[in-house]
């Protein structure tokens, strides 16, 4: 049988090479990984070993020639395969079959009777892992079929995903048993694809001393395979071992397909640790370490802890150490989550609150019998809840896990609390069936709480959206972030008296400057102002507001 020997993969951005020596001649018997031809790209000057065994029987390239990637080098015909028929036969007679390599020239410190132990068994070979998101492909062509013999990393499948198409290799030798799909299947992750019998060498020789045999002396004797069923051609242990060998010395053991991945999902395959014999990577290694170096980011990400060593202050002068506290820590790490996992944008507006604020001040003596103070973060707290009704967007949570949409029944209100330790966020729950009174009074007890250190974690729970107001100590406008898994957040600054035109002439007014983040995967920019106009509009019309009572 007549093989082909390619140009393999020769590393990243290299598509062709210059021939500059013609290794081997027609009629040359080689070996696997025998040196055939030396070439030189844009970056060195290499020896190319072959993959394939046997009698040359063409050449295709001389000296002076420029090949690219996957072009036909040598015509290879293979040897020993009349008799590779037969000795596949006695394999599947019996499970286990017990093999000795011997040669007539003796190598010292060789263990005596030290024998490969070829195991065999039917396994199921499924479709494997493709990505990041991907559960099923297209099966554009099956490479094999059933009776095939074949080796690890051998191409299987050529598949499609929605990001890329790929070879699917084995991660067996063995011999193609029954084949479950055909082209232009869609088969999930998982799916069964091959039964396939495995023939993979359970124990290797084991030497003392830590000598090894010399590769020469190996040349000299052909080997002779002695079994219990017959004898086993020097080709039957090319089954085994039939591995694309590394293009130059010091660079990565990897197969072209496995070089391909790499190169797509953007790593450097001299990093990737190989778990294969004598290093040897895998497309299992490489997803392994993409994964690896995903969750090394994620974690940073989480904790809210830069990656990155600071520098010795104490040079620059005197500093002090102390520990964040258990508040702060928290309020740290959910928030760097929050910003960093959140599309966040804001929107800003400005409501006229000169009516309000009229209404606020003559209804406070009313609430001021309960031992309450009405504020305009207690008014807002009836406002978005009536917003919320009407937007329902803005009262929902993603879950990206399942790619779903919650949407929630109830609404509750977080009021951002500034306390000595740090910031928290207490939640005044079902707002909708509590009237300004009693809103005001369980925001004020709450507060109390945090301040105090004597809230409870199911009083910082369940939230629907968030209010923060920062009107008591300043500022024109600013950004908050979302307190996840809300969507969105109110931010309040302080109002101040500006010059509106109205009713053809100017006049002062009092505003009030409102600040809504919001979760772009979810909220679009326009929903967004429609929502922070109509809370606009709610505080310049306050009469159903605080005539409300429920």
């Not at 990656?307 to 964040?324: A, C, H, I, R, S």
């Not at 105090?452 to 009107?471: A, F, P, V």
């Not at 009030?512 to 983040?517: A, D, E, K, R, V």
Request: charged residues 30%; proline residues 4%; hydrophobic residues 35%.
């Amino acid at each position: 049988m007549s093989k082909e020997f390619k140009l393999p993969e020769l590393g990243e951005n290299i598509d062709s090479a210059d021939i500059l020596n013609v290794l081997v001649s027609v009629g040359d018997k080689i070996e696997l990984e025998q040196s055939v031809i030396e070439i030189e790209t844009d970056k060195a000057t290499i020896e190319v070993p072959t993959t394939v065994s046997g009698v040359i029987k063409e050449i295709s390239v001389k000296p002076g020639d420029n090949v690219t990637i996957g072009q036909t080098i040598l015509i290879v015909e293979e040897t020993g395969k009349q008799k590779s028929d037969s000795v596949k036969k006695d394999v599947k007679k019996s499970q286990t079959v017990e093999t000795k390599i011997e040669t007539d020239k003796t190598v010292k410190d060789k263990k005596p009777d030290k024998s490969i132990k070829v195991k065999e068994e039917i396994i199921d070979y499924k479709l494997p892992e493709l990505g990041e998101n991907i559960d099923f492909a297209d099966i554009l062509s099956v490479l094999v079929k059933v009776g095939d013999n074949i080796v690890v990393d051998q191409s299987l499948l050529d598949i499609e995903t929605d990001k890329a198409t790929i070879e699917v290799p084995s991660t067996v030798n063995g011999t193609i048993e029954e084949v479950f799909v055909k082209d232009g299947d869609k088969p999930k992750v998982g799916d069964v694809i091959f039964k396939i019998k495995t023939s993979d060498v359970a124990k290797k020789p084991e030497q003392t001393n830590n000598k090894k045999i010399k590769e020469e002396d190996v040349k000299k004797e052909e080997p002779k395979i002695v079994t219990s069923k017959g004898e086993i051609e020097k080709s039957r242990i090319g089954e085994f071992d039939d591995h694309q060998p590394p293009i130059t010395r010091g660079s990565a053991p990897a197969a072209p397909s496995v070089r391909l991945l790499a190169r797509e999902l953007g790593v450097d395959i001299q990093k990737i640790p190989g778990t294969g014999p004598a290093g040897r990577i895998s497309l299992v290694d490489v997803k392994a370490y993409v994964k690896s170096l995903n969750e090394k980011r994620t974690a940073a990400v989480v904790t809210g802890i830069l990656q990155k060593k600071l520098p010795d202050f104490t040079k620059y002068g005197k500093v002090e150490n102390v520990p964040m506290s258990k508040i702060r820590k928290v309020a740290a790490t959910h928030l760097s989550y929050a910003w960093s996992t959140i599309p966040h944008v804001t929107q800003f507006d400005k409501s006229d609150i000169t009516v309000l604020e009229k209404e606020r001040k003559s209804f406070n003596q009313k609430a001021e019998e309960s031992g309450v103070k009405l504020t305009i973060t207690s008014i807002l707290i009836k406002v978005l809840t009536e917003a919320l009704k009407k937007f329902h967007t803005f009262n929902c949570s993603i879950d990206i896990e399942k790619q779903e949409i919650i949407y929630k029944k109830y609404y509750n209100i977080g009021i951002a609390v500034d306390t000595e330790n740090g910031l928290m966020v207490p939640v005044i729950k079902n707002t909708d069936t509590k009237n300004l009174t009693k809103l005001s009074v369980e925001m004020g007890q709450l507060a109390k709480k945090a301040r105090e250190r004597k809230i409870s974690l199911e009083e910082l729970q369940g939230g629907s959206i968030t209010i923060t107001n920062l009107g008591g100590i300043g500022g024109t406008s600013f950004t908050p972030i979302i307190n996840s898994p809300e969507v969105a957040i109110l931010g309040v600054s302080r109002g101040s008296q500006e010059s509106i035109y109205k009713n053809g002439k100017f006049s002062p007014r009092l505003m009030l400057p409102l600040s809504l983040s919001y979760d772009h995967r979810i909220i679009d920019g326009a929903d967004a102002a429609r929502f922070l106009r109509w809370v606009c509009e709610a505080l310049e019309d306050p009469k159903t507001i605080l005539t409300e009572s429920n």
